[in-house]
């Protein structure tokens, strides 16, 4: 008994701990958090008549990464909305999906590492959605750059050259090509030479922590998401934002019309865009 007592002491002081140090992120996150919002001037409009008024281009779509959390809730909403005539799953593998709403899908199996060898996978789309990305803690240092920076850019190209006029890309909060930090840098490196090719339009998402239940997930990283996912309820913050109003937001800015080629969305904008889907 006197060890049990001593184990529910010791669990009961950390988690206090953690609850401290969380509110005190909260605290500070809160005083350097993200700028006024973008205004989205097109807001104000109906998002159904956006989406029907959209539909009616039939346009044509790519995704990469629709295995990860991020891309595979992209597919679902667009499936939902059905505002493509045609959309092309681009990754490693092969994907299962089960109901007539995936039967349609067209998927392009690619060697990442010979991409030039699958230029016609990226050839006549109209919008393409990156939601391709690794960590370092899976892939290490080099596989990370390789993944998150050396896929991204070529896929990037392959799509403009392709046809490609506009494109979507989940980056990170923080992005900063100057960053000492690798993560950090390598968002901002990729965020910028990808700009640089000109795309007609070119959307750059930077979600905070994003918030999903990972089968993956190690339990200190399942007790941290649920702190900041309180604590993002509670307050307007940057810490946090729950990945489906990432997904919902990168659809629904797809039928906006910016006023500049190049926008940059922080988290407040993303949560924004992502709560106007449901409108």
């Known amino acids: ?17 953690l609850t401290v140090i969380v509110v005190v992120i ?3 996150l809160k005083y350097f958090d ?18 029907e008024n959209f539909r009616q281009q039939n346009k044509s779509c790519f995704i990469l990464g629709a295995s990860g959390e991020t891309g595979r809730l992209v597919l679902q909403d667009l499936l939902e909305r059905n505002i493509f005539s045609k959309i092309t799953l681009i990754g490693r593998r092969q994907l299962t999906f089960e109901g007539k709403a ?10 990442f590492e010979k991409l030039d060898d699958y230029a016609a996978a990226f050839q006549g789309h109209d919008v393409g959605y990156c939601c391709l990305g690794t960590t370092r803690a899976k892939a290490g240092a080099d596989g990370f750059i390789r993944v998150d920076h050396d896929y991204v850019l070529k896929s990037a190209e392959l799509a403009k050259a392709g046809g490609c006029t ?22 901002g490196q990729v965020e910028a030479e990808i700009e640089a090719l000109g795309f007609d339009r070119y959307a750059i ?8 239940d990972r089968q993956e997930s190690r339990p200190s990283e399942w ?3 649920k702190f900041l996912s309180a604590f993002s309820a509670v307050f307007s913050t940057s810490m946090a934002i729950p990945i489906q109003a990432v997904a919902k937001a990168m659809v629904s800015n797809t039928l906006l019309q910016p006023e ?3 926008e940059i969305l922080e988290n407040k904008d993303i949560t924004k865009l992502g709560k106007s889907a449901g409108k």
């Open 205 to 212: 998402y930077r979600p905070g922590v994003l918030l999903v």
């Open 102 to 111: 995936y039967e349609n899908l067209v998927q392009e199996v690619v060697d």
């Open 223 to 225: 007790v941290a998401r």
């Open 166 to 187: 506009q494109f979507h890309l989940e980056s990170s909060r923080g992005a900063d090509k100057n960053s000492g930090f690798l993560y950090l840098k390598v968002k």
């Open 26 to 28: 909260a605290v500070v």
């Open 34 to 51: 993200d700028p006024d919002p973008v205004k989205f001037t097109s807001m104000a409009e109906d998002m159904k008549t956006l989406e």
């Open 260 to 262: 500049q080629k190049t």
């Open 1 to 17: 008994m006197p060890v049990v007592k001593l184990l529910c002491s010791t669990l009961g002081k950390a988690t206090g701990l």
